[in-house]
Structures are given as structure tokens and as C-alpha cells.
């Protein structure tokens, strides 16, 4: 009768006790890399998400710089209307003379009404 040998973490067979110590050494090496590529994986991906954080904290540094900027441009466009309309009432009327590369900011006044 054989002596067989049985590998201790997957129960296979093997003939010779060097045969199983060589499984066993390749089952373990396997593991160890697997679990060496999911600590990998799990270090990019904690790397990717403290990156993620740094990045939504500059995209909402520059959203409150546009929000200050828009009420700022909101602050000076009425002080420019109340201006507008106390020199209108003293005076019935105020001229302005358009460059043709100004057409959008006239439009812009205009619709600021």
C-alpha cells in the first residue's frame, strides 16, 4: 500500500512529501501575492480618494471665488443704476457712445434693467 500525502490547505494528494511541500510553498506564495495586490489596490484607491479630496477642496475654493466675484459685480451694477438714475432725474437724459467691440457689454447693461 501507497503512502499518500494531503495538501493541508486544498486536501489534494500527493504521492511523495516533497511533491506536497512544493504545492504547499506554490499555495502560499499565491496567496501572499494576492494578498499583497489587494493591499496595493487598497493603497491606490485610499491614495485616489485623499487626492479626490484635495482636488473638490480647490473646486470649491474657485466656486467661492466665483460667487464672491458674482456679488461683487452684482454690488457694483446697482451702485452703477443708482448712479445712473439720480444723474438721469437732474439731468433728463445720459449719453452713451458705443465702440463696436463694446456690443456685449451694452447688451449686458441694458438686460441688468
Known amino acids: 500500500m501507497k503512502k499518500l500525502y494531503c495538501h493541508e490547505y486544498s486536501d489534494e494528494l500527493f504521492e511523495t512529501e516533497e511533491e506536497c511541500a512544493e504545492s504547499e510553498?506554490?499555495?502560499?506564495?499565491?496567496?501572499?501575492?494576492?494578498?499583497?495586490?489587494?493591499?496595493?489596490?487598497?493603497?491606490?484607491?485610499?491614495?485616489?480618494?485623499?487626492?479626490?479630496?484635495?482636488?473638490?477642496?480647490e473646486v470649491e475654493a474657485a466656486?467661492?471665488?466665483?460667487?464672491?466675484?458674482?456679488?461683487?459685480?452684482?454690488?457694483?451694477q446697482a451702485e452703477?443704476?443708482?448712479?445712473l438714475d439720480a444723474f438721469c432725474r437732474d439731468y433728463q437724459a445720459y449719453h452713451?457712445?458705443?465702440k463696436p467691440d463694446d456690443w456685449f457689454g451694452l447688451l449686458e447693461d441694458f438686460l441688468s434693467f
Open 63 to 76: 466656486q467661492k471665488k466665483v460667487h464672491e466675484a458674482r456679488k461683487a459685480l452684482q454690488e457694483a
Open 25 to 57: 510553498k506554490k499555495y502560499i506564495a499565491a496567496a501572499e501575492a494576492k494578498k499583497k495586490a489587494e493591499e496595493e489596490k487598497l493603497a491606490a484607491q485610499k491614495k485616489k480618494e485623499s487626492e479626490r479630496a484635495v482636488r473638490a477642496k
Open 80 to 83: 452703477y443704476r443708482k448712479v
Open 96 to 98: 452713451m457712445s458705443v
